[in-house]
C-alpha cells in the first residue's frame, strides 16, 4: 500500500516554496497547508490575468511575499528571517517556445536562480533539507524508446531545457561541494507535461485547447503525434512531499534526484489527448492540424523511467490519463460555473489521498 503523504512530518515544519502563484506551486501550497505546514511563498506575480493562486484564494492560507529569484540578496534576506526548514523550489521561466523569443531571462531565471536558491539554503543554519524542481526535458534527449533513468546524460535541445539540465548540473555540484553527511541535504525531482486545474498559462496545450472548446471552437495542435509522459499534477507534487521525507530521514550526502513519470500506458500521442478531450466537451469535430509559422524545435518522443522513485521512495503513480484528464475538466467546468475554486481544489487534494491503493489495483488507461 502507498502511504499518504505524513501528516506527522509535515505539521509545523517551516517551508520556503518558491513559485507558489505558479500552477504546481499553488497546488503545492494548498496541500502542504492542509498537511499543517507553516508556508512562506516567494514568487512574481502570477503570469496570467486568470490564475490559480486567486481563484483559490492561496495567498489567504500561506505567507507570501512577491519577489524574484534572479535577486540574490531579496531571496536571501527572505529566506534568512523565516528561517525555514524545508525550502522547495519550484520558480522557473517554463515555457519552452518562450525560451525561443527570451533565452537570457530563461537562463538567468532557471540556472542563476537555482543558484541563489542553493546559495541561501547552504547560508541559513534552520534549512535541513531542499528540493530542486526541474523537469523531464532536462536529459539529453535523443528520442530513443526507451525512458530517461536519473543516471542519463543531462542536455537540452533548446534554451528552456538546456536551462534545466544546466540547473540540476548546478545543484549536483552544491550537493558535493557544500553539504555534508548528518547536516542538511539537497536533492532534485523531474516530471513533466503535466496538468490539472488552474493552468492558464500561454503556449500549453490545456490552455489552448480549453480556450477553444469553451469557444465552441476547433482546437488546433501543432504536433499531434507528439507523445508526452502526461499526468496530473498531484502525482509529481506527491513525490516531491516523498522525497523530501526521505532524504530528511536519510541524509545522504550523494547527490540524490528522482524521475516522476506515469506508467508507459499512460505516455500518449497529443492528438489522443485533444480526441479525449473534444468528446467530453461534445465537440465532434475533432481539432485541426496547424503547421508551426516558426518551425521551433520541439521533442517527438520523451519518455521517463520512475523505477528510482518507486523502491527508494514508494512513490507509484495512481491516476491513470483518462482519470487525471477528467479531474482536469471537472476543475475547469466547476470555475465556469462559478464554483468556490479553493474547496474545489482541496476536495480533489482529498480524493487523491484517498485514492492510494495497491499496485495491483492500478487500471490500465482508457482514453
Known amino acids: 500500500m502507498i502511504d499518504k503523504p505524513q501528516d506527522i512530518f509535515w505539521r509545523g515544519k517551516r517551508v520556503f516554496l518558491t513559485g507558489h502563484s505558479g500552477f504546481k506551486g499553488g497546488w503545492l501550497a494548498l496541500w502542504l497547508h492542509k498537511l499543517g505546514a507553516i508556508v512562506h511563498g516567494f514568487s512574481l506575480p502570477p503570469p496570467t490575468e486568470t490564475n490559480l493562486f486567486t481563484l483559490a484564494r492561496v495567498g489567504d492560507f500561506i505567507e507570501h511575499e512577491i519577489g524574484d529569484i534572479r535577486d540574490l540578496e531579496k531571496l536571501k534576506a527572505a529566506i534568512t528571517k523565516f528561517k525555514p526548514d524545508i525550502i522547495l523550489h519550484l520558480a522557473a521561466q517554463a515555457i519552452l517556445r518562450l525560451s525561443y523569443t527570451e533565452p537570457v531571462e530563461t537562463f538567468a531565471a532557471n540556472v542563476m536562480g537555482t543558484v541563489h536558491v542553493l546559495e541561501a539554503a547552504r547560508s541559513t543554519p534552520s534549512v535541513q533539507a531542499t528540493l530542486i524542481v526541474t523537469t523531464d526535458k532536462c536529459y539529453e534527449n535523443v528520442e530513443q524508446i526507451w525512458a530517461y533513468r536519473e543516471s542519463d546524460a543531462m542536455g537540452g535541445h533548446d534554451p528552456y531545457s538546456s536551462s534545466k539540465g544546466c540547473a540540476e548540473l548546478v545543484t549536483a555540484a552544491y550537493a558535493r561541494s557544500y553539504f555534508k553527511t548528518g547536516g542538511a541535504v539537497v536533492a532534485s525531482a523531474r516530471a513533466g507535461n503535466v496538468i490539472g486545474g488552474g493552468d492558464w498559462a500561454e503556449d500549453r496545450l490545456m490552455t489552448d485547447v480549453f480556450a477553444a472548446l469553451m469557444g465552441n471552437k476547433k482546437p488546433d495542435i501543432r504536433n499531434p503525434n507528439a507523445v508526452r509522459p502526461w499526468q496530473h499534477v498531484l502525482e509529481p507534487l506527491f513525490g516531491y512531499l516523498r522525497a523530501v521525507e526521505h532524504i530528511w530521514q536519510y541524509r545522504a550526502t550523494a547527490p540524490q534526484a528522482w524521475n516522476f513519470g506515469p506508467r508507459r500506458e499512460d505516455e500518449a500521442p497529443v492528438a489522443q489527448v485533444v480526441d479525449y478531450l473534444c468528446r467530453k466537451f461534445g465537440f465532434e469535430d475533432g481539432f485541426s492540424f496547424v503547421e508551426d509559422p516558426l518551425k521551433l524545435h520541439e521533442a517527438k518522443l520523451l519518455r521517463l523511467d520512475s523505477t528510482k522513485a518507486e523502491i527508494e521512495l514508494g512513490w507509484l503513480p495512481r491516476l491513470n490519463l483518462s482519470k487525471a484528464l477528467d479531474m482536469t475538466v471537472?476543475?475547469?467546468?466547476?470555475?465556469?460555473?462559478?464554483?468556490?475554486?479553493?474547496?474545489?481544489?482541496?476536495?480533489?487534494?482529498s480524493a487523491f489521498e484517498s485514492s492510494l491503493v495497491p499496485t495491483s489495483a492500478l487500471v490500465a488507461s482508457s482514453i
Open 330 to 349: 471537472e476543475w475547469r467546468l466547476a470555475h465556469r460555473d462559478g464554483a468556490n475554486m479553493y474547496a474545489k481544489t482541496i476536495e480533489q487534494i
